[in-house]
């Protein structure tokens, strides 16, 4: 055999296990995945609610996958600096991004800024949790329930003002949502931050703003802030006895909570992303995992590639409309 026969005969040999692989659905791509720590990139400062969230799932699934995660935080830009970086990754499960809603909003507001659909820009992995939202105004405030609130809105179109930590942000969208749902004007105050903005409702200077429900029982329990409405199935531990939306007639909020999932970069290999899902829903089940979840006041979810893609393309629908009807402008 000459040696340009025996180069044909690998090259040969090369070209039929590279079609096995297609065959395989790449599986032969995942087999030693991963074989080195894993990047999971959080768009958020260190100590917030979706870095924490972050922190304490890829803790557990690494010693699903033997592997470190490392948690990158790249905060900037409503969290785009750190898709931008995954999104332009290779899609080889080595960087993952961990992120919340403003990935499905910030394309609705800044859509010559932001050209992508998170459903297609990335391969879904699982939809950690969600973070109900709570109503709040001050503790000395003439509000008693959510109709009091609604009906002073009713009266005084474009008086009542809320807080929240931003155009676009949870806190900010949800308003808009009970307006839209409500049939109500009102006025958004934003603060560079959820915290600034409570302060300022514990004041009284502004009438009320949604929150998520992290550390909100403590400002309860000390006197300085009334719950109206949690938007949880069946209600929220802390808040005894405090109604939910739905129960109020306002369906929608309990979909629309704050959520905290992980995303791999478009074209990441299915093997891979099974991989990552099945770690995060085992690690997502160990129940010291839910216990520092729930005292978080978060709703665990683990749910399916699939499931969390259908959830993505849901989750901008909701709020494109939310974001049309209360004619909502990006800053």
């Known amino acids: ?12 040999k090369l070209a039929l296990s590279l079609g096995a692989c297609l065959l395989l659905g790449q599986a032969c791509w995942a087999g ?3 074989d080195r720590p894993i990047r999971m990139v959080v768009g958020y400062s260190a100590g917030g609610p979706t870095d924490v969230i972050a922190r304490i799932v890829a803790k557990h699934m690494g010693d699903q996958l033997g592997q470190t995660i ?10 785009h600096i750190a898709a931008q970086d995954v999104m332009s990754a290779a ?22 800024r932001y050209r992508y659909e998170a459903d297609k820009a990335f391969a879904p992995v699982s939809n950690f949790v969600n973070l109900p939202m709570v109503l709040v105004t001050n503790a000395d405030s003439p509000y008693k329930s959510l109709a009091d609130l609604v009906a002073d809105a009713r009266a005084n179109p474009g008086k009542l003002t809320f807080g929240s930590s931003g155009v676009g942000g949870s806190a900010h969208l949800a308003a808009e949502m009970l307006a839209a749902k409500a049939g109500l004007k009102m006025q958004h105050i ?50 005894p006895g405090v109604p939910t939306f739905d129960s109020l007639g306002y369906k929608g909020f309990e979909d629309g909570a704050p959520w905290v999932g992980l995303l791999a970069p478009a074209g990441t290999p299915r093997p891979i992303v099974d991989k990552l899902n ?45 974001i049309q009807q209360g004619g909502v402008k990006g800053e």
């Open 70 to 79: 490392v948690v990158e935080n790249k905060a900037g830009a409503s969290a």
């Open 190 to 239: 934003p603060f560079k931050g959820n915290g600034p903005a409570l302060q300022e409702m514990i004041a009284g200077r502004i009438a009320f703003m949604f929150y998520p429900s992290i550390g909100i029982a403590d400002y309860v329990n000390s006197g300085k802030l009334r719950v109206l409405a949690v938007g949880a199935p069946s209600g929220l531990e802390d808040f």
């Open 278 to 322: 099945k770690a995060a829903v085992a690690a997502l089940s160990k129940p010291e995992v839910r216990e520092q979840l729930s005292k978080l006041g978060a709703y665990v979810i683990g749910d399916t590639p699939e499931q969390f893609r259908d959830f993505l393309i849901k989750d901008k629908q909701r709020w494109a409309d939310v």
């Open 91 to 112: 899609p080889d499960g080595y960087k993952v991004l961990a992120t919340s809603l403003t990935l499905t909003v910030n394309p609705l507001l800044y859509p010559d």
């Open 32 to 34: 030693d995945y991963p």
């Open 1 to 12: 055999m000459t040696r340009g026969d025996f180069a044909m005969k690998r090259m040969k």
